[in-house]
T-cell receptor, first 114, second 112 residues
Framework: NAGVTQTPKFQVLKTGQSMTLQCAQDMNHNSMYWYRQDPGMGLRLIYYSASEGTTDKGEVPNGYNVSRLNKREFSLRLESAAPSQTSVYFC?????????????FGQGTRLTVV | GESVGLHLPTLSVQEGDNSIINCAYSNSASDYFIWYKQESGKGPQFIIDIRSNMDKRQGQRVTVLLNKTVKHLSLQIAATQPGDSAVYFCAERHQAGTALIFGKGTTLSVSS
């Protein structure tokens, strides 16, 4: 049981380049999330998908787009990368949105924008 | 602004000691709290959770205490081991149907 799988694990982009971070979960969870983690900061929510077919903005959505491809997969796209988007990105999933259940996290994608 | 925070960014303990990691929250309406552990290079892992209608919850070697009067959450780790070295985050949910909000984390270092 792999849980939450993110690809790639590491990425270096030049300013202005685009890329898509992939995430898949095999726990049949309804809700999925993208967070970013910066040094000295907690995890900040970028976007979430409460259920298949829906997506909503989180705390820091600017510069990102998401797609809930199906129940298993939730991707994060950077259309024009900026140095401020250098961060560690985590995908997570939970059984339900906003319920008393924990989120399960992937291993993270370390993105550097130069 | 930051609604969940930890009193200390770092905590150093000796192996075998009991560790207490603290977290203050500002929203008295928060109804659900979680503690996560994050080891270097890994994603956060669930440790224990507690609902606002509880004061205490115990797991294996861990206890979470919730004091709603002073809006304080703590994680107690008994007989701390080197493998407990990690960053610990508390997270709160302001109300049902909203996202978890994470604090900045406390780095626990355990020396043997």
């Amino acid at each position: 049981n792999a849980g939450v799988t993110q690809t790639p694990k590491f990425q270096v982009l030049k300013t202005g380049q685009s890329m898509t971070l992939q995430c898949a979960q095999d726990m049949n969870h309804n809700s999925m999330y993208w967070y970013r983690q910066d040094p000295g900061m907690g995890l900040r929510l970028i976007y979430y998908s409460a259920s298949e077919g829906t997506t909503d903005k989180g705390e820091v959505p600017n510069g990102y787009n998401v797609s809930r491809l199906n129940k298993r997969e939730f991707s994060l796209r950077l259309e024009s990368a900026a140095p401020s988007q250098t961060s560690v990105y985590f995908c997570a999933s939970s059984e339900y949105w906003g319920g008393n259940t924990e989120a399960f996290f992937g291993q993270g994608t370390r993105l550097t924008v130069v | 602004g930051e609604s969940v925070g930890l009193h200390l960014p770092t905590l150093s303990v000796q192996e075998g000691d009991n560790s207490i990691i603290n977290c203050a929250y500002s929203n008295s309406a928060s109804d659900y709290f979680i503690w996560y552990k994050q080891e270097s290079g890994k994603g956060p892992q669930f440790i224990i959770d507690i609902r606002s209608n509880m004061d205490k919850r115990q797991g294996q070697r861990v206890t979470v205490l919730l004091n709603k009067t002073v809006k304080h959450l703590s994680l107690q780790i008994a007989a701390t081991q080197p493998g407990d070295s990690a960053v610990y985050f508390c997270a709160e949910r302001h109300q049902a149907g909203t996202a978890l909000i994470f604090g900045k984390g406390t780095t626990l270092s355990v020396s043997s």
